[in-house]
C-alpha cells in the first residue's frame, strides 16, 4: 500500500511539474505572434503610396499618412513594453520555480544519503538474512522480510525521483534562458522601432514647418472639404431616417400581428387587453432586429477593419485640432482608411443593405445590422445592391483611388440616429 501511494504521488508532482514547464514557452511565443502580426500591418503600411505633390491637398494627405502611421508605431511599441514587462513577468516566476526546485533536490538528496548510509551499514546478506530470520515466529518473520524488499523499492525510488527532479531542472533552467534571450531580443527591437518613430516624426516635423506657411491655401482647402462632406453626411442622415421610418413599420406590422393572433387565441366573449405602448421617435426593432442588434454589440471592439490588405487610419473621429498647424480644426463623423490601391470595402458584421446612392460620381453604402447601420462612402464601383443579405467581411466594393494616389474608404457607424466613433468597435 505504501509503494502504491508513493507511486501515485511521485505521477501526480511530475504531471504538474510538466504542465508548469508547458505553459511558459508557449505563453513567449503567442506574444510573439500578436507583435510579429502587428510589426507585419505596420509594415506594410509603409508601402501605401504617398502624394508627391507640393500643392496643399497633396501636404495634408501626406501629413494624415504620416501621423497615422506615427499612431500605429507608438500603439506598437506600448505593445512592445508590455511584452517585456510580461516576460519580466515570466522570468521571475520561472527564477522562483527554480529556486524552489532546487530546495526540494536538496532535501531530497540529504535524505537519500542518510537512507544510504544506514544501507552500507547493513547492506551484507548475511546481516539481511539475521535480521529475517532472527524473528520469534513466522508471521514476524514474513513482515521483516516484507520490510527488506520495501525499502530496496523505496531506496530506488528515491533514486528515481532525484533523477527526475535534476531533469525537470535542467529544463526549467533551459526555458529561463530562452525567456530571458526572448526579452533582450525584444529590448533590441524596441531601441530600433524608437528611431523610427523619431524619422518620422523629424518628417512629419518638416511637413508642418512647410504648410504653416500655406494658412490661408490650407483653411481654403479644409472648408472646401468640410462643404463636401457636410453634403455627404446631409445625404447619409436621410437615408438613415428613410430606414428608421421602415424599421419603425415593421415593428408596427408586427405588433398587430401578434394582436391579432392573441384575440384569435382568447375564449369568445372575453376582450384582449392591449399593451400598453410609449410615444417613440427612433427606431422600433422587430425581433429578428433585435437579436442582430444584441450580438452586434457584444462584438464591440473586436469587429474586422472594413478594407483589405494594409491600412492607416488617417483621419479619426470628431472634432479635433490639427497638432502642430494653427487654427486648423477638423470635424469627423466618422474615419478615414487609407489602404493599398484596389484594395476591397468588406462589411463589419452580417447585415442587408439598406441603400446605394452616388454622391460626386462614386457609390456609398448603407448597410443595417439591427438597430445599428454601418456607412461605407468614396467606392468606385460596388457588387451589392438594396436588399443584399451580407455576412462579416463580405466584400462591398473597390475603393476609389484620387489623382494623387490615394486609396481612402470614409467609414461610420450608427445607432438609430446617433452617430458612434468607429474605432471603438473595430479591433485594431
Known sequence: MYNCSKHILILIFTLLSGFVYSQSTPKIRQLEKERNELHQRISESESLLKSTGNDVKSQLDNLALISGQIDERRRYLSAIQKDINSIQQEINRLEGELKVLNADLKLKREKYEKSLKYLHRNSSIQEKLMFIFSADNLSQMYRRLRYVRQYADFQRLKGEEIKSKLAEIKDKKKVTEETYDAKLALLKHQETEKKKLEEQEADRKKLLASMQ???????????????????????????????????????????????????????????????????????????????????????????????????????????????????????????????????????????????????NGLANVLVRHGSYISVYCNLESVIVKQGSQLKTRDVIGQISTDSDGNTVLHFQLRKEKDKLNPELWIAK
Do not use: C, W
Open 213 to 359: 506657411k500655406k494658412q490661408r491655401l490650407l483653411k481654403n482647402e479644409i472648408d472646401k472639404q468640410r462643404k463636401a462632406a457636410n453634403k455627404l453626411n446631409a445625404e447619409i442622415d436621410r437615408l438613415i431616417a428613410i430606414e428608421i421610418e421602415a424599421a419603425r413599420k415593421r415593428a408596427e406590422e408586427e405588433r398587430r400581428r401578434k394582436e391579432a393572433e392573441a384575440k384569435k387565441q382568447q375564449p369568445s366573449g372575453k376582450e384582449v387587453s392591449k399593451p400598453v405602448t410609449k410615444q417613440m421617435d427612433a427606431y422600433r426593432v422587430d425581433d429578428s432586429d433585435r437579436k442582430l442588434s444584441g450580438t452586434f454589440e457584444r462584438n464591440k471592439g473586436r469587429l474586422p477593419i472594413p478594407v483589405t490588405g494594409p491600412y492607416v487610419i488617417v483621419g479619426h473621429y470628431g472634432q479635433y485640432q490639427v497638432e502642430g498647424l494653427r487654427n486648423v480644426r477638423l470635424d469627423n463623423k466618422g474615419i478615414d482608411i487609407k489602404a493599398k490601391q484596389g484594395a476591397m470595402a468588406r462589411t463589419i458584421f452580417d447585415g442587408e443593405v439598406t441603400a446605394v446612392f452616388q454622391y
